[in-house]
């Protein structure tokens, strides 16, 4: 009956996780229900605490700091106009270094060319450089290297 008194504590546990959200009850649990297995096997109570112990170390000296590390980490995904920065767009009205229109993700867009010098001719493709404002900054496709 070792092995339920161990699966107690790890619902124990995680419930504890669930409120605090630390990582630590949550791989103390994991611990626990190690503990829980080992006592199933038939081993004795030094041998569930050692096998506790071990679990513990592993989780907390390991698991955490690599899961708390992923946790810190931006996305890797953009969202609202960053996210139409490298899309293609086809040129709706000439544009050029002051004006001119697209049409981008299903949307008319202003846009002005990214190269003073460049006039892009109605129909042409062009890829979005940047986002200013409600202007996108453009360069033709056929330009690119």
Do not use: N
């Amino acid at each position: 009956m070792a092995w339920f008194a161990w699966l107690l504590a790890a619902a124990a546990l995680g419930v504890a996780e669930f409120f605090t959200l630390t990582l630590v009850f949550g791989l103390l649990a994991g611990a626990a229900v190690v503990a829980a297995v080992v006592a199933g096997v038939g081993i004795g109570v030094v041998g569930q605490f050692v096998a506790l112990g071990i679990a513990a170390a592993a989780g907390l000296v390991v698991v955490r700091p690599v899961a708390l590390r992923q946790l810190t980490q931006q996305p890797f995904t953009r969202d609202g106009s960053d996210a139409l920065i490298g899309k293609r767009a086809e040129v709706m009205q000439e544009v050029t270094a002051t004006r001119g229109l697209i049409k981008l993700s299903g949307e008319e867009w202003s846009a002005r060319a990214l190269d003073e010098s460049h006039v892009i001719p109605v129909g042409a493709l062009v890829d979005v450089m940047e986002i200013e404002g409600a202007t996108a900054i453009v360069y033709p496709r056929e330009l690119l290297p």
